[in-house]
């Protein structure tokens, strides 16, 4: 009778580790892929970044350009 007692605790023993595993490797996969969706922003905010850069370099020439016709004036 203790011999079953003991298979039964190896077998519930198993089945928490399995568990654990599986609740671990859940878990990578949730910070993987918040990992991969913090890059994803990041890399969409540097886009952005340029783009804005982009602009106000352009209109700084504007201005530029602008200053310089009304000084002509």
Do not use: C, P, W, Y
């Amino acid at each position: 009778m203790a011999q079953t007692q003991e298979f039964l605790s190896l077998t519930d023993l198993e089945r928490k580790i399995e568990t654990d595993d599986q609740d671990k490797n859940g878990e990578e996969q949730e910070a993987n892929q918040q990992q991969h969706k913090i890059v994803s922003l990041l890399q969409e905010l540097l886009a952005k970044q340029n783009l804005l850069t982009q602009d106000m370099a352009t209109q700084q020439i504007t201005i530029n350009n602008l200053s310089q016709a009304v000084e002509a004036l």
